[in-house]
Nanobody, 126 residues
């Protein structure tokens, strides 16, 4: 059964760091693009970062460039999102999602991603 599971969320102070994980089961994650998205209460879901299959191109939203880093560990069938310099406005539920066409376009749009995890909460607060 195809499944994506996010983990690593939590409560962190402004300026702190978290590393989110997106682990796949039922398929080989490296074949596909994986995107990270977030959704804050009352706001639309927005793309944060993506990584193409087989170590291809990577894109970031302007709001996280220089602070967030996406990577993948093929041996663990996992994609990570390292988040540094966290700000209160980063507070949201974070989701990973799969693009079967392995695109990872510059505009990271939810409509391009067909399969989603359940999300993990990230709260940045003092």
């Amino acid at each position: 059964q195809l499944q994506l599971v996010e983990s690593g969320g939590g409560l962190v102070q402004p300026g702190g760091s978290l590393r989110l994980s997106c682990t796949a089961s039922g398929f080989t994650l490296n074949y596909y693009a994986i995107g990270w998205f977030r959704q804050a209460p009352g706001k639309e879901r927005e793309g944060v970062s993506c990584i193409r299959g087989h170590g291809g191109n990577i894109n970031y939203a302007d709001s996280v460039k220089g602070r967030f880093t996406i990577s993948r560990d093929n041996a663990k069938n996992t994609v990570y999102l390292q988040m540094n310099g966290l700000k209160p406005e980063d507070t949201a539920v974070y989701y990973c999602a799969l693009d079967f066409y392995s695109q990872c376009l510059q505009d990271i749009l939810p409509v391009d991603y067909a399969y989603w995890g359940q999300g993990t909460q990230v709260t940045v607060s003092s």
